[in-house]
């Protein structure tokens, strides 16, 4: 099995990010919380618009940069919100962190060096080889909280949706 960011990031380098012009998810909205349904949808209908199912190359290489570039514009957009919402409440910010599966990515990584850089801020990324899927490294963390003898229950609550605003500090 292919992982699948790594074969989007490597059709986006040889596609172009303004071909099919996705929507930049949750554009209007000014706070930090963010969602790719709408763009996944979009894409999927652009795709599945398209004559037949095998593709070319250059299309699945276009339609890979395009939701790429969608998709990053939305992160950078809520990465610029918290970074002046800080400013706003007098919070410093130190870094800026980055996890995950799609932190291997190196396009991302550019871009958020840069906003790291505009905002003076360190930028923490793991090495492309620890970038894992947010699943793994909950289940690490879970290993790692258990270890150190702090366990709870696993009756809880399921929030499928939760806003960052609600969080509790």
């Not at 040889?14 to 894409?43: A, C, D, E, W």
């Not at 990584?109 to 905002?119: F, G, Q, V, W």
């Amino acid at each position: 099995m292919h992982d699948v960011g790594a074969v989007v990031e490597e059709y986006a380098r040889r596609g172009n990010p303004h071909k099919y012009g996705y929507s930049i998810p949750m554009k209007q909205k000014k706070n930090m919380s963010f969602s790719f349904s709408g763009l996944k949808t979009s894409v999927k209908k652009s795709v599945e618009a398209m004559e037949g199912t095998d593709l070319p190359i250059e299309t699945k290489c276009d339609v890979a940069a395009s939701f790429q570039h969608a998709a990053f514009e939305h992160l950078a957009q809520r990465i610029v919100y918290a970074f002046e919402k800080c400013k706003e409440t007098n919070v410093i910010p130190s870094s800026l962190v980055v996890s995950g599966g799609v932190a291997a990515n190196v396009a991302l990584r550019n871009r958020l060096e840069m906003l790291s850089t505009i905002y003076g801020v360190q930028l923490v990324v793991p090495p492309p080889s620890l970038c894992c899927d947010n699943g793994v490294m909950i289940g690490w963390a879970a290993i790692e909280k258990a270890r150190a003898g702090s366990w709870s229950s696993l009756a809880t609550d399921i929030i499928q949706k939760w806003p960052l605003n609600e969080l509790e500090p």
